[in-house]
Structures are given as structure tokens and as C-alpha cells.
């Protein structure tokens, strides 16, 4: 099983600061199966990006991922309050996983 | 418009089952694998089992240890989830989710999730 680290657990920011989170695999993903999601509270996940770095439909380009191998990151520029929630970064290999999450709080 | 709708959630006693169930509109649901995960009060995700579009393959997570059964119903644009031998540590909301194909590709929608709870 492939396990997802995120870093930090809780970041705390105002709006109009940029955020940087971070997802470290155990081990290098198959191809670029890597997405991340965002959880308001008592909300299904929404998916912001896939392969890697690629925006989900309706996603602002202020949402943007990178990384390869093992370390991921989601950078979130320009926060809005909307922003503020929790994300997880997810592989989407032949067993999938999730990272434990980073609450982004004002 | 898409649209998952799990429905068969509730509070149950440890030992006894469950059957979920999933229904989609808005998109060509046959043509479409489905997800289940599941989140447990305050907790991170899980992954709890897929099943293919024309519902020949299925997989489930290692921790679940043969309790569930995913099926689909195609004619019925519906997926279920059967849950047997429930332990409280399966409490959670779960989701389903649709995706193109079953691995590689995100699931790009969920629906709202439904609660289980097992308790006696």
C-alpha cells in the first residue's frame, strides 16, 4: 500500500496570502496518479486536480500542482475565504489512498 | 446535470448488515465505474471498493476482509453496496463516486454520502 504524508496538518493563513501543501508518497506513483481534493466541512470532496497538475473543471488557475517520484505539492495563490477547508492529496494507483488531510484555517 | 444520490445509511448493531445503494443521473452510468470510499467522524478517507462499468470486475480494499459485496445494476442506473458482519469501526459516511475507468483515472464526482452508524 502506497501511504500519503501531507504536511503540515494545519496551516494557518489570511486571505490573499499564498499557501504551499505538501503530499510525500512512500513510494515513487505509478505513472502520475496523483489528485487533490477539497472538504468543506459536512461536504463531499471536490476534485481540484488530477495527473498530477491538471485543473478539474471550474478549478481557477490560482489552484496549481506539481512534483513527480514521491513529493506532490498544491499551491493555492491569493487565498479567498472560500479557500479555507480541508484538502487531500490521493493516489488513484490499482489501491487507492488518501493523505491525512491539511486544514487550511484562517 | 450529474448527480449520485447514496441512499440505506443508518444505525445498526455490531454482527448485523447493510445494503447501500448508489443512484447516478446525468452522465452514461453504464459507461462508468463506480467507487465507494468512506470517512469516518472527523477522519480521513478510505477507499472501500470499485466495480466496473458492465460490473465483470471488482475490487475491495485489504481492510475489509470479504465483509462487503459491490454490484451493479445497470438497468437500473444503481450500484450496492453490501455491508455484512458490521463492527463499529465501520461507522463512517460513505461516498460513492464515478470515474472514467476503475484505476488511473480521479474520480471526478461524489455524492453527498450517507451514514452509517454501528453501534448497539
Known amino acids: 500500500e502506497i501511504v500519503l504524508t501531507q504536511s503540515p496538518a494545519t496551516l494557518s493563513l489570511s486571505p490573499g496570502e499564498g499557501a504551499t501543501l505538501s503530499c510525500r508518497a512512500s513510494?515513487?506513483?505509478?505513472?502520475?496518479?496523483l489528485a487533490w481534493y477539497q472538504q468543506k466541512s459536512g461536504q463531499a470532496p471536490r476534485l481540484l486536480i488530477d495527473n498530477v497538475s491538471r485543473r478539474a473543471t471550474d478549478i481557477p488557475d490560482r489552484f496549481s500542482g506539481s512534483g513527480s517520484g514521491t513529493e506532490f505539492s498544491l499551491t493555492i495563490n491569493r487565498l479567498e475565504p472560500d479557500d479555507f477547508a480541508v484538502y487531500f492529496c490521493?493516489?488513484?494507483?490499482?489501491?487507492?489512498?488518501f493523505g491525512q488531510g491539511t486544514k487550511l484555517e484562517i | 446535470q450529474v448527480q449520485l444520490v447514496e441512499s440505506g445509511g443508518g444505525v445498526v448493531q455490531p454482527g448485523r448488515s447493510l445494503r447501500l445503494s448508489c443512484a447516478g443521473t446525468?452522465?452514461?452510468?453504464?459507461?462508468?465505474?463506480i467507487h465507494w470510499f468512506r470517512q469516518a467522524p472527523g477522519k480521513g478517507l478510505e477507499w472501500v471498493a470499485v466495480i466496473s462499468d458492465d460490473g465483470n470486475s471488482k475490487y475491495y480494499g485489504d481492510s475489509l476482509k470479504g465483509r462487503f459485496t459491490i454490484s451493479r445494476d445497470n438497468s437500473q442506473n444503481t450500484v450496492h453496496l453490501q455491508l455484512n458482519s458490521l463492527r463499529p469501526d465501520d461507522t463512517a459516511t460513505y461516498y460513492c463516486t464515478k470515474a472514467f475507468t476503475m484505476f488511473g483515472v480521479a474520480s471526478d464526482y461524489w455524492g453527498q454520502g450517507t451514514l452509517v452508524t454501528v453501534s448497539s
Open positions: 446525468g452522465f452514461p452510468f453504464s459507461r462508468r465505474a
Open positions: 513510494q515513487s506513483l505509478p505513472s502520475r496518479y
Open positions: 490521493h493516489q488513484y494507483g490499482s489501491s487507492p489512498t
